[in-house]
């Protein structure tokens, strides 16, 4: 395969394993217009740097090991980065950051990721994004977050060992929440995001707010690698 071009066939979780009927479905996704309009407007145009690229421009499945007790969930893929690379925080500078603090908690082979056949293994960890794909200014609508509710709920469902879902940002954590509202008679009211604040839920998991490692957070001192490997270590620890 060539990186520059990825194909449903490269992505590994699309070809084998419990969730490949999901994302051979999800991949296919059109639900939303104004996102699918997008999405495909950043594939055409691209950006400079990858003018040799052929973007991804759909949904993106999450990617991980599927026996893991920690999720991770983000926010939707970057526009240049899994919009292009077809792979959840993969060569974007969320990316970059998160990726080099999960190696340095050891949930990591390596500590970079740039496209689908860089190499990288995870330990113990899943990741996805709550909404599958980019959305203008990175700010979805709620019909579009509902819209794409389901395919995190399946995704949940199959992925059996999770203990912990650690929830990048306050939209990714009211996403989880969502899902934790259709199953339990909870208020959001109840479970306010924070960094680095944890809520026992009632089914035994543990939902956890971490701030997102985006380069606006990080770029402002909101968010840096020591506040990561914290709650990274943190969460290790509880397991
Ligand atoms: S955001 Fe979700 S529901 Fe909307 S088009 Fe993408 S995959 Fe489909």
New binding site residues.
């Given amino acids: 395969m060539s990186h520059l071009n990825p194909k449903p066939k490269d992505h590994p979780l699309i070809v084998n394993g419990i969730l490949s009927g999901l994302y051979n479905e999800?991949i296919e996704?059109?639900?939303?217009p104004r996102?699918?309009g997008f999405?495909e407007k950043i594939a055409k145009e691209k950006r400079k740097q990858y003018l040799n690229w052929n973007y991804w421009g759909?949904?993106i499945p999450g990617y991980g090991d599927i026996n893991a007790r920690i999720l991770l969930v983000g926010l939707?893929p970057a526009a240049h980065g899994g919009n292009r690379t077809a792979r959840v925080f993969t060569g974007d500078k969320s990316a970059d950051f998160l990726i080099d603090s999960l190696y340095a908690a050891g949930l990591t082979n390596q500590p970079h990721s740039t496209s689908l056949d860089d190499g990288l293994i995870m330990n113990d960890i899943f990741m996805t994004p709550i909404?599958?794909?980019v959305?203008p200014q990175d700010k979805?609508k709620a019909e579009?977050?509902n819209?794409?509710s389901?395919?995190f709920q399946t995704e949940l469902k199959f992925l059996k060992n999770v203990k912990i879902i650690l929830a990048l940002g306050k939209i990714g954590f009211d996403g989880c929440l969502k899902y934790f509202q259709t199953k339990y008679d909870i208020k959001k009211k109840d479970f306010p995001f924070g960094h680095n604040v944890n809520y026992h839920m009632p089914d035994k998991k543990i939902l956890w707010g971490c701030y997102h490692p985006s380069p606006r957070n990080v770029n402002t001192g909101r968010m840096n690698k020591d506040m990561m490997l914290n709650v990274l270590n943190r969460i290790k620890k509880k397991l």
Avoid: D, H, Q, S
Wanted: hydrophobic share 25%; proline share 14%; aromatic share 4%.
């Fill in positions: 999800l996704c059109k639900k939303c996102i699918v999405r759909k949904p939707a909404l599958k794909c959305p979805p579009e977050l819209n794409c389901n395919y």
